[in-house]
Every structure is written in C-alpha cells, then in structure tokens.
C-alpha cells in the first residue's frame, strides 16, 4: 500500500452553528458543500483551507463529550500551519479566541502555539517558513 496523504478530517462538534462560525469565521476555512442528513438529524460541513479539503464538520444529537485534558488516549490534536505566527495570534486574539503563550520546538526551532475550538478540541498554530 502507498499512500498519496492525508484527506480530511473529521470533528463531531456540540453546537453545529457555534463551530461552524468558528471554523468559517474565525479560522477563514471555505465552505465547499453543506448537507443536512434528515435520516441522522445531523449536518456534514466540508471545509477547505484555499482549495484543499481538510475538515468534515459534523452534528449529531447529545454527542458524548470527549477527554482532552488530561491528556488521553487518541488523537491529540490538528495543527495548522501558519507563515507568520504572531500576526495570526494577533488574529485569534482580535476575534475573542485565547492562545497559549508562543513556544519553540526544541527539535526543528520552530514556534508553535495552542488553542481550542468551541468544544475544547486542542489546536495549533505551526509556524514555518519562520523569519530568521
């Protein structure tokens, strides 16, 4: 097997309405499609970065909250690359979302930074490309 990358991802969110500004407004992702499943009671949001699909927002009923802190077993968290990192801090900041202080990865020395989306899924601000 080969395989070509990643093709998206999938968030279950609490309150469609609330995540999907998050995700659109807040973050700037594009809307490609918007399905509300009548059999599921239950919407598919795709969202593109650019032109590149990368997330499927999805509503059900009474979702189960899910343990992010402490940290638990499963996916940890989506990480989102970014040219300059204080300029889109200064963005999150301005739009009412609460970032970590800006660290350096010791490994690549690159500056990184955390926050969560409506639900508390943990997200991240990745800088590459950083200035010198």
């Given at each position: 097997?080969?395989?070509?990358?990643?093709?998206?991802?999938?968030?279950?969110?609490?309150?469609?309405?609330?995540?999907?500004?998050?995700?659109?407004?807040?973050?700037?992702?594009n809307i490609i499609r918007?399905?509300?499943?009548?059999?599921?009671?239950?919407?598919?949001?795709?969202?593109?970065?650019?032109?590149?699909?990368?997330?499927?927002?999805?509503?059900?009923?009474?979702?189960?909250?899910?343990?992010?802190?402490?940290?638990?077993?499963?996916?940890?968290?989506?990480?989102?690359?970014?040219?300059?990192?204080?300029?889109?801090?200064?963005?999150?900041?301005?739009?009412?979302?609460?970032?970590?202080?800006?660290?350096?990865?010791?490994?690549?020395?690159?500056?990184?930074?955390?926050?969560?989306?409506?639900?508390?899924?943990?997200?991240?601000?990745?800088?590459?490309?950083?200035?010198?």
């Open positions: 097997m080969i395989l070509n990358g990643i093709h998206h991802i999938a968030i279950i969110c609490a309150d469609y309405q609330r995540s999907k500004k998050f995700y659109t407004e807040v973050l700037g992702l918007e399905v509300y499943r009548e059999e599921r009671d239950s919407y598919k949001l795709d969202l593109a970065i650019g032109d590149h699909y990368v997330i499927e927002l999805f509503s059900f009923p009474d979702p189960p909250a899910r343990v992010s802190r402490p940290e638990a077993q499963g996916l940890r968290h989506l990480a989102f690359a970014v040219s300059d990192i204080e300029l889109a801090v200064k963005d999150l900041t301005a739009k009412g979302v609460v970032t970590e202080p800006i660290r350096i990865d010791p490994h690549t020395n690159q500056r990184f930074t955390f926050f969560a989306d409506p639900d508390g899924l943990p997200l991240e601000l990745y800088e590459i490309n950083a200035k010198s």
